[in-house]
């Protein structure tokens, strides 16, 4: 945009230049012509005045005119300057001249002349000859030529009209360096001005290409946002969906560890009571089987009920979660399990990401003691730069390729994708490795 600018800009601002000097000068020079002009015209009011007057009726000069004109005059400063001159009257006709040939003699009213005997000063410098003065532009000089209106003492009547050629080389040298001194005043006027504007627009166009490459890196990565939204989106209806089936599955499988488990007990010492009921004297061992099914089958609902009721986790960090899982799981399971911690402070988190974290390593260390046997176990948690890593693995020889997950994957997978993590089970360096990734 500065470089448009500066080309588009430099061409108004030359013209304007170029027309502001012309009007500039064309000025000076009519002001400078007009004060010399009426200088000169006022001398020779003064001079010729009480002359003309006299013998204003006549054609030809009188003998003190001829004697003052041609004695008198060339002896006075102005009159130094003074090349040649012509007293007019009415009707164009000359009375008196420089040159005597063009005294007596009519010629056509100039513009100028008819300026003068509509009584203002009319000068021009430098002008094109015409018939009755082509005798003074043959001299190759610059000529100052003036028209004064001469008027009669009492009336103020326009009697006659002094037409003067006066040589003035230094006016030329003057209008010349006036004209270099405008245009140079002008120009240098007009370049500060363009150079002040041109760095105005030039930062203000830096200021925009900044913000400009900041909108469209804004934009980049709202779009970028956008996608990843889309994603999540797509993934949390996805998890929702899964999460309902699972929610069955687990409903089911509870349902069938309570019918496999502590109802098969219950309905033994059910049977054995009724039967007991028919007998005057029951034997101390049937009482003492009804006790241990009873002892069983409150064991198994304990279990189950520890698997469904997490422990208070509100306000806990994720290390303290971490502990906690390992912990449970080891009063259940004593087998050595390998905790490392690497974070980086206590990252926020949600509730929803504390269940997520307890449920993860409580079902990672249950399928590494069921598959794996719980041969080196070992969780890992890591955090940094606003995310959180978290793995358990084991010794074990993982799922086959083509093992659909169970119900407890599935779940853990939901759960970590509602959250817009990421989840994996993989084979790493001869181990199995299940392993989440969330932001905090």
Avoid at 266 to 284: G, I, K, N, W
Avoid at 380 to 401: E, K
Wanted: some cysteine; hydrophobic content about 45%; overall charge negative.
């Amino acid at each position: 945009m500065a470089t448009r600018f500066a080309v588009v800009g430099g061409l108004v601002l030359a013209v304007f230049m170029a027309l502001a000097a012309w009007l500039l000068t064309d000025r000076i020079r009519q002001v400078v012509v007009r004060n010399t002009a009426t200088a000169a015209a006022l001398y020779m009011d003064s001079f010729l005045h009480p002359l003309v007057e006299d013998h204003v009726a006549g054609t030809a000069p009188s003998p003190a005119m001829r004697r003052a004109l041609s004695e008198v005059l060339p002896a006075t400063e102005m009159g130094g300057r003074i090349l040649s001159y012509k007293v007019w009257t009415q009707g164009g006709l000359i009375i008196a001249a420089s040159d005597p040939d063009l005294i007596g003699r009519t010629f056509p009213l100039s513009e100028e002349l008819s300026q003068a005997w509509a009584g203002r000063i009319a000068a021009i410098f430098e002008d094109d000859a015409e018939e009755e003065d082509r005798a003074e532009h043959a001299l190759g000089m610059p000529l100052l030529e003036i028209y004064s209106p001469i008027r009669a003492d009492w009336t103020g009547e326009i009697i006659a009209v002094a037409e003067l050629y006066v040589a003035d080389p230094a006016l030329k040298a003057d209008l010349q360096a006036a004209r270099l001194t405008a245009l140079a005043g002008v120009g240098g006027g007009g370049l500060s001005l363009g150079l002040v504007l041109y760095a105005i627009v030039r930062q203000g166009s830096r200021t925009i290409d900044r913000q400009r490459r900041d909108l469209d890196r804004r934009l980049a990565d709202m779009r970028r946002l956008s996608e990843r939204n889309d994603l999540l989106r797509l993934q949390v209806q996805e998890a929702a969906g899964r999460a309902a089936a699972t929610t069955e599955g687990g409903l089911r499988r509870i349902g069938a560890d309570l019918h496999d488990g502590p109802a098969q007990d219950l309905a033994y010492a059910r049977l054995r009571l009724d039967a007991l009921a028919r007998t005057p004297t029951p034997a101390p061992d049937e009482m003492a089987a009804i006790q241990q099914a009873l002892d069983r089958a409150m064991a198994e609902i304990r279990q189950i009920s520890k698997g469904l009721v997490l422990p208070e986790l509100a306000h806990l960090p994720a290390e303290a979660i971490v502990r906690l899982a390992v912990e449970a799981h080891q009063a259940r399971v004593p087998a050595p399990v390998a905790v490392q911690l690497e974070t980086d402070g206590a990252p926020p988190l949600t509730p929803g990401l504390r269940i997520c974290l307890y449920r993860f390593v409580q079902e990672g260390l249950n399928n590494a003691a069921r598959h794996a046997g719980g041969a080196d176990v070992a969780v890992r948690l890591q955090g940094r730069a606003g995310m959180l890593r978290l793995t358990v693995a084991d010794a074990g020889a993982g799922p086959a390729a083509d093992h659909a997950p169970g119900l407890g994957l599935q779940g853990l997978r939901d759960r970590v994708e509602s959250l817009g993590g990421r989840f994996g089970l993989e084979r790493r360096c001869g181990r199995t490795e299940l392993w989440m990734e969330v932001e905090t």
